[in-house]
């Protein structure tokens, strides 16, 4: 059958792969579920995998399959698999178990090894192919009801983690009641995170560089949030006149933005950095005493956040039906960039280097 796939290593090596059909029992114990994959959603890590700045084959393969945002409907499973049934629509989580404690109680998103295993990024083939087996306890069943989303539900529970984090790390604080959020960045991690804060009740304003953010501002506002371009009114700025933020959601993929944001929390707030940045900046007027002060005296906390394992999933998943209930047809907006077919790979990463396209994903099948 065919995949897409990269050879690691090799520069923008993207190619129509031919890989051998799953089988239903490659997954021990009966817990197998064999799914057609009917769309995949394509992203910054992608492209750097293609860039060959990121990721590595299954160990014994020259090449890797990509994709880690799937959407797909189960063709079969085995004996053992309960929560899953022929024709469910349902996605897959892209982190596989290491060894650590954390990998043995389901959070394999918050690993302590130093390796780790993510389908169609690192050491394991993705989705990005006409069929895949997984096993049960990594799938999450998409309601039929949000099958037009289901391609979101891997971005999404990258955003509900992120702000799952920041609530459970400020119960250091007994209470806590973030009024005002800053989302950094406006692409579809920024525009899921503004969807979810609003769904809290939160005065959300998303900061994004573009000149003409035409439909970026249009989701921002139908969510209810406020879209600053950072070229009018720059965060610290925008923090003066609207008031410190409570809550920072860091999704640029820049690390100089990620510094800034710590300039612009309010005391007692949390700032949550969520960008993978693969370059190797340095910032040199960073006001490194001040910031230290100001952290230190209004006990500000700041907190990496990667991945998500199947609560995310489905507290992503949550968050996409709801906000579809609140903001009926917006998040489908996000949706702009569809490609039928594997056709030329290359494409696909052309098409993500625009930054008006706010989702490219592959429609693998009907
Ligand atoms: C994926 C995450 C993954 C991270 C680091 C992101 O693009 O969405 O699932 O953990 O890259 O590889
Ligand atoms: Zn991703």
């Known amino acids: ?37 009917l769309q995949v959603g394509i992203d910054a890590t992608d492209s750097e995998i293609n860039e060959a700045l ?24 085995g004996p053992n698999v ?17 060894p650590t404690i954390y990998d043995k109680i389901g959070r394999n998103d918050i690993t302590s090894h130093h390796e780790y295993y993510e389908r169609g990024i690192n050491l394991l083939h993705g989705f990005l192919t006409e069929k895949f087996v997984d096993d049960a306890e990594f799938m999450v069943k998409v309601p039929a009801g949000l099958a037009s989303l289901g391609v ?9 983690k ?17 009024k005002i959020a800053f989302v950094t960045g406006a692409g ?23 000149r003409n953010p035409g439909l970026k501002q249009e989701l921002v506002e139908a969510y209810g949030g406020h879209y600053v371009s950072t070229l009018d009114t720059p965060m610290l ?49 960073f006001p490194a005493d001040k910031v230290n002060l100001e952290w230190v005296l209004g006990n500000k906390l700041l907190v990496g956040s990667v991945n998500g394992n199947r609560h995310h999933f489905a507290k992503g998943i949550a968050d996409l039906g709801l906000g ?14 569809p490609f039928d077919g594997f056709g030329n790979p290359q494409d696909l990463f052309t098409a993500l280097e625009d930054r008006d396209n706010l989702k490219v994903y592959v429609n693998v099948a009907e």
């Open 1 to 37: 059958m065919k995949a897409v796939a990269v050879r690691p290593g090799i520069k923008n090596s993207a190619f129509v792969a031919d890989i051998p059909e799953p089988k239903l029992d490659d997954v021990a114990d009966g817990r197998g579920v064999l799914v057609r994959t």
């Open 237 to 285: 700025e925008l923090a003066e006149k609207v008031g410190a933020p409570d809550l920072i959601i860091e999704a640029t993929g820049s690390s100089a933005v990620a510094f800034e944001a710590m300039q612009a929390l309010n005391r007692n707030g949390a700032l949550v950095w969520t960008s993978v940045t693969g370059g190797d900046r340095k910032l040199n007027d």
């Open 324 to 337: 579809d209930v609140m903001f009926p047809g917006v998040t489908q907006r996000i949706l702009t960039t």
């Open 152 to 160: 979101l539900s891997e971005p999404a529970s990258v955003c509900a």
């Open 188 to 210: 579809q991690i920024g525009q899921l995170t503004t969807m979810m804060l609003r769904l809290r009740g939160l005065e959300v304003y998303t900061l994004a560089r573009t």
């Open 162 to 178: 992120a702000i799952e984090q920041a609530y459970l790390a400020q119960q250091r604080l007994q209470v806590w009641e973030p």
């Open 54 to 77: 990121y990721g590595a084959a299954p160990k014994g393969d020259d090449y890797l399959v990509l994709g880690h945002e799937v959407f797909g409907r189960v063709e079969a499973v």
């Open 82 to 98: 309960t929560h899953l049934k022929v024709g469910d629509y349902c996605t897959s989580t892209v982190r596989r178990p290491g």
